[in-house]
């Protein structure tokens, strides 16, 4: 069993910088590929951010620039560091991840509950 636990929302006025953080705990042996995503009120769930066990990125267009995914293996956690924000950057971000409970074992993928990032003046 693993759990995906974000932190570091909230509100935040446009032009500022935020930091999401998702930590997962339980007993595995790998986590792969790591990734942020974002869903709107009435909008679909989409890719913000993601990285590799090997540290490639991939960037959604509209936060190129903005945003930098990263990750501490150690700490098992990967960070969203957001700067310049604007108000369509609001929505609920969740922490996803494919991980291992083995070497041998097949990939799983989990979803953190998600934390509300809200841009405003």
């Known amino acids: 069993q693993v759990q995906l636990v974000e932190s570091g929302g909230g509100l935040v006025q446009p032009g500022g910088s935020l930091r999401l953080s998702c930590a997962a705990s339980?007993?595995?042996?790998?986590?792969?590929?790591m990734a942020w995503y974002r869903q709107a009120p009435g909008k679909q769930r989409d890719l913000v951010a993601a990285?590799?066990?090997?540290?490639?990125?991939n960037y959604a267009d509209s936060v190129k620039g903005r945003f930098t995914i990263s990750r501490d293996n150690p700490k098992n956690t990967v960070y969203l560091q957001m700067n310049s924000l604007k108000p369509e950057d609001t929505a609920v971000y969740y922490c996803?991840?494919?991980?291992?409970?083995?070497?041998?074992?097949?990939?799983?993928?989990?979803w953190g509950k998600g934390t509300l990032v809200t841009v405003s003046s």
């Open positions: 996803n991840a494919d991980v291992r409970r083995y070497w041998y074992s097949v990939e799983m993928n989990y």
């Open positions: 339980g007993t595995f042996s790998r986590i792969s590929a």
């Open positions: 990285i590799t066990s090997g540290g490639s990125t």
